[in-house]
């Protein structure tokens, strides 16, 4: 079946670092990818996603790129402040039916000042 | 656009009492969700809606679990005889096509915890 693999947590970083937090997926059709965020206390959010191979998404300073060769959405940020200490998500849903999300574990960052 | 909101945001029950969670979609998303999430996990999909109608079901969603959605609007999600292992927070998301995929939209989740 579908799943998601995400880097193991937590993750501590200083701030201004360089971040990436690796994710690969098995999918039985062409899905769409996407990276979650669910900061302390509040809801997941959509933070960036892909629907083809080789696009790009980013938003916030935060970038992922769709490599169907390797079954890759590594997300990256260059320089991570310490608002950016949540939980991250990467998803995948395939395109036919419900579309529904398939997630990984979460990797837990928290950016130390 | 007021954002997917649910009630409650916490539920604290005892073994064997039924619990019902409410999920009020945003305007015009004709796609609702529900998940389950526990500890340290991700997500994982019980049930979704397109408007009114029931279309998928997982097979995490026992038979003691029912979801409706009346009239394509708002969601309940009703367990019924609760256990120790329904403890988890309940996701609702909805979405709209937005290109070539559909866009999720979650929740603040309903924490639920069986005593």
Redesign the interface.
């Known amino acids: 079946g579908d799943s998601?693999t995400q880097m193991e947590g937590p993750v501590t970083l200083s701030e201004e670092a360089f971040l990436t937090i690796n994710c690969t997926y098995t999918a039985t059709g062409y899905p769409?990818l996407f990276w979650?965020v669910q900061y302390p206390g509040?809801?997941?959010?959509?933070l960036l996603?892909a629907?083809?191979a080789d696009d790009k998404g980013s938003n916030k300073g935060f970038e992922a790129t769709y490599r169907k060769e390797t079954t890759s959405f590594h997300l990256e940020k260059g320089s991570v402040q310490v608002s950016d200490s949540a939980v991250y998500?990467c998803?995948l849903?395939v395109?036919q039916?419900?579309?529904?999300?398939?997630?990984?574990?979460?990797t837990r960052l928290t950016i130390n000042p | 656009d007021t954002g997917v909101s649910q009630d409650p945001r916490h539920k604290i029950t005892k073994r064997g009492q039924n619990v019902t969670f409410r999920c009020d979609p945003i305007s015009e998303h004709n796609r609702l969700y529900w998940y389950r999430q526990t500890l340290g996990q991700g997500p994982e999909f019980l049930t979704y809606f397109q408007n009114e109608a029931q279309l998928e079901k997982s097979r995490l969603l026992s038979d003691r679990f029912s979801a409706e959605r009346p009239k394509g609007s708002f969601s309940t999600l009703e367990i019924q005889r609760t256990e120790q292992g329904d403890s988890a927070m309940y996701l609702c998301a909805s979405s709209y096509y937005r290109g070539t995929v559909y866009e999720q939209y979650f929740g603040p989740g309903t924490r639920l915890t069986v005593t």
């Open positions: 998601v769409s979650y509040e809801g997941l959010q959509l996603k629907t083809k998500f998803a849903s395109e039916g419900a579309q529904k999300l398939v997630f990984g574990q979460g």
